[in-house]
């Protein structure tokens, strides 16, 4: 063990040496005028507002104000901007007034720049380095509208025959290029509005420190202890304490005209401007956010709208979370999760992941590792053990495509816990975890449900939801809907009370349990209690758990953040096997969730009975979650039901609840099968390939003994890290 506590304060040394207050942006230090001598630097398209908006952030800070066209272009060339462009022509003017701004040497200042400024890539390079540059994003529509209001019909750079529209399109990649910081500008937000958030956009960046972290378990009131940022809270994963992090001053609110404007986003729009409020810029700046969520979500969804809503009848509407590249929910957050994973490693080693899997985590974490390029993908790679028996025929061919490179899946011949417990077994061994980080400089690391960055994204498709439903007239902004989710580990479940935290109008969260129904006796009787309860087998092996890991956080929310209390329930929990929350804090938690359990034959009946009024094949935790949306919701508003796995994940049951006889061996023609009997959803574009290339390969086998899980471990190690170093 000791080795191991070694190599992690040897990472906190390192984080240190990095700490964001040695970035270029050193200057955010603790002077009296809001950036010290830098510059407050307003960016946006013609019309956003940069100049008005400048003059009242300069006049509230008591700074002075230059305007870019009128201070410095207008002086430089001494005759109007209009005059310049009319004489030279948009190419020449654009290099012309970058070479003016290359000169641009003023500070303390807010500075306006025109709109073209940002298309000159050595003029904003230069202007970057003397302060913060603040985007003012408004929408499209409404730049026309007021541009058209202003009688302007032409703005730089635009040629005879293209539209406006298409102008500001084009220009918008510049911009989110350039930003430091999003002010989101909403429909009808006055100059005082957005002044405003131009203020608190600059308190925020300057303010760090209050964008940090706390464990669930922890007192954060006495003790002065060390900052835990966003990157640290990434790699640990799991507090020292043993609790969980959660961030210190709870979710940004986000007020409804911004949220209107997310509306009419694509859903990689919506993530990037969520988590950019989420993440502070100092931990993970804009562009490198806006770089990893363009990834994770530009193309690799077989629908193009990611997570898209679809009416099932009367008010239920199900979200479908199975688009992703290995057909569960999880590659909502797992698409995303390795990169910022990758971008908080401090640089110095190499990074292992090991995961005992037995289900849909396994082939989710393979395929977001394996979609890392450059250097991060030479220093971190992922391993996963899965027992041969104990998986599901599909999931072991979606694991087993992954059989080299930075991501690997093993099989072993025993069960899940005897791959926990190894796993488990290494981390502790001390020996081990020396020899590695001497010999390879690699250090062994998990990827769990409760780490942050596997949470934070779900918050994404929950809003994502809510604002479809608005955009289609099902609601108005404001109007409540319910969300029914299958629940295992609480994961999806906190993120919507997290979406809620943020302003989505969510009623209540229902949990779906199946007949391992831990939380739903828990949120029926405060009682959450393990003892004589078996995991029983079923149709929807994914909520097949009796420790819920996320349910901690949920405690922590709904009681305040009462860490004292926290730490009381889940120690009591590890030693007695039961706790009971205090009767007030019980009556809280049904204020937020309902909760309700879902025989097996109601599973299968709901499949079959669905799929004969709609056509539609659910899986078999959507299933759950349907049969208890039934139940419990009052029909007063829409409900969501997560629809967290494609149904041919689950194809066995599903075939059983339709009443098909003769079923075909092979899983590609199992799908198939079952796709021609569906009108809707199709069939899954990524798990297909996946079936048919997969089921001509052999693969390997473990024996059930520590040492070849470990032999695995360093041949893994050998021929990924050490080629490369
Ligand atoms: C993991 C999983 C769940 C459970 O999600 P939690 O966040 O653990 O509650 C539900 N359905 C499917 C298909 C899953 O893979």
């Known amino acids: 063990m000791g080795l191991l506590i070694a190599s992690q304060l040897a990472l906190r040394a390192a984080r240190c040496s990095w700490s964001p207050f040695s970035t270029s942006k050193s200057w955010i230090s603790s002077r009296t005028s809001p950036l010290g001598d830098k510059n407050i630097l307003l960016m946006g398209p013609p019309g956003a507002g940069k100049t008005t908006v400048g003059r009242t952030v300069a006049h509230r800070l008591g700074l002075p104000v230059i305007d870019v066209d009128d201070d410095v272009l207008e002086t430089t060339w001494k005759m109007p901007v209009a005059a310049k462009l009319a004489s030279v022509g948009g190419a020449r003017f654009l290099e012309e007034e970058g070479q003016a701004l290359c000169n641009f040497s003023a500070s303390g200042c807010v500075v306006s720049l025109t709109g073209s400024n940002p298309l000159h890539a050595e003029a904003m390079q230069h202007v970057r380095q ?32 293209v539209s406006m529209r298409d102008i500001l399109h084009y220009r918008k990649q510049f911009y989110e290029k350039w930003l430091d910081v999003r002010v989101l500008c909403g429909t009808g937000d006055t100059v005082e509005e957005v002044a405003e958030k131009v203020l608190k956009a600059v308190e925020r960046y300057q303010k760090h420190a209050a964008e940090t972290y706390v464990s669930t378990r922890c007192d954060s009131t006495g003790t002065s202890k060390q900052n835990t ?19 210190k001053n709870g979710f940004p609110k986000i007020d409804a005209r911004e949220w209107l404007r997310l509306a009419d986003m694509s859903y990689p729009e919506r993530a990037l401007v969520i988590l950019e409020k989420c993440i502070h810029p100092l931990d993970v700046s804009a562009l490198d956010l806006r770089t990893m969520v363009l990834k994770a979500y530009g193309s690799n969804f077989s629908s193009e709208a990611v997570a898209p809503v679809k009416h099932l009848n009367h008010n239920q509407y199900v979200q479908e979370l199975f688009h992703g590249p290995t057909a569960s929910f999880k590659d909502l957050a797992l698409q995303l999760m390795p990169q910022l994973f990758a971008y908080c490693l401090p640089s110095m080693c190499n990074y292992l992941i090991l995961v005992a899997t037995s289900g849909d985590t396994g082939s989710a974490v393979l395929s977001g590792f394996s979609r890392l390029s450059g250097t991060d993908r030479h220093r971190t790679g992922v391993l996963v053990f899965f027992p041969e028996e104990g998986v599901s025929e599909i999931q072991k061919l979606q694991m087993m495509s992954h059989r080299e490179g930075n991501a690997r899946a093993v099989s072993v011949l025993s069960d899940f816990d005897f791959c926990q417990r190894a796993i488990k077994r290494m981390f502790g061994e001390s020996g081990l975890t020396g020899h590695l980080a001497v010999e390879y ?25 809510y604002l479809d439903l608005c955009r289609d007239g099902v609601i108005k902004f404001g109007e409540p809907i319910d969300v029914c989710i299958p629940t295992g580990n609480f994961g999806n479940a906190m993120s919507a009370v997290y979406a809620k935290q943020m302003g989505i109008p969510i009623r209540k969260v229902i949990c779906a349990s199946n007949h391992n129904r ?15 309860r078996p995991l029983m087998l079923s149709h929807s092996p994914a909520i097949d758990i009796l420790k819920s890991s996320n349910l901690e956080r949920f405690i922590y929310h709904i009681s305040d953040g009462d860490s004292r209390l926290v730490k009381d329930l889940f120690t009591r929990l590890d030693r007695q096997e039961h706790f009971q929350v205090p009767e007030p804090l019980l009556g809280r938690i049904q204020q937020e969730v309902l909760a309700g359990w879902c025989s097996e034959d109601d599973c299968l009946a709901a499949i079959h009975s669905v799929h004969t009024q709609a056509g539609y094949i659910m899986d078999t935790h959507t299933a759950v979650a349907k049969v208890v949306a039934d139940r419990l919701q009052d029909g007063s508003c829409p409900v969501v039901l997560c629809s967290t796995a494609h149904y041919g994940k689950f194809a066995p049951a599903v075939f059983k609840a339709l009443q098909i006889q003769n079923v075909p061996e092979d899983p590609v023609e199992q799908l198939k099968k079952l796709g021609s009997t569906a009108s809707r959803p199709e069939m899954h574009r990524d798990m297909m390939k996946c079936l048919k290339e997969g089921g001509r390969k052999q693969h390997t086998v473990c024996q059930a003994e520590y040492s070849v899980l470990v032999e695995e471990v360093e041949n893994m190690i050998q021929d990924s890290f050490l080629k490369v170093i």
Do not use: C
């Not at 302060?131 to 005879?160: C, F, H, P, W």
């Not at 990827?447 to 942050?452: E, G, L, P, R, V």
């Open 130 to 161: 003397t302060g913060l540059v603040i985007y003012l994003d408004v929408d499209s529509e409404d730049i026309i509208r007021r541009l058209t209001r202003m009688k302007v019909n032409r703005i730089v750079g635009q040629e005879a025959g």
């Open 229 to 247: 940022y966003f990157s640290d809270v990434v790699v640990e994963g799991l507090a020292t304490d043993g609790g969980l992090y959660v961030p």
């Open 518 to 532: 831990i939380i739903t006796d828990f949120i029926t009787t405060g009682k959450y209690d393990l003892r004589g």
């Open 441 to 465: 400089g690699t250090v062994l690391s998990t990827a769990n449900s409760i780490n942050w960055a596997r949470l934070l994204p779900q918050v994404v498709y929950h809003s994502s939801a």
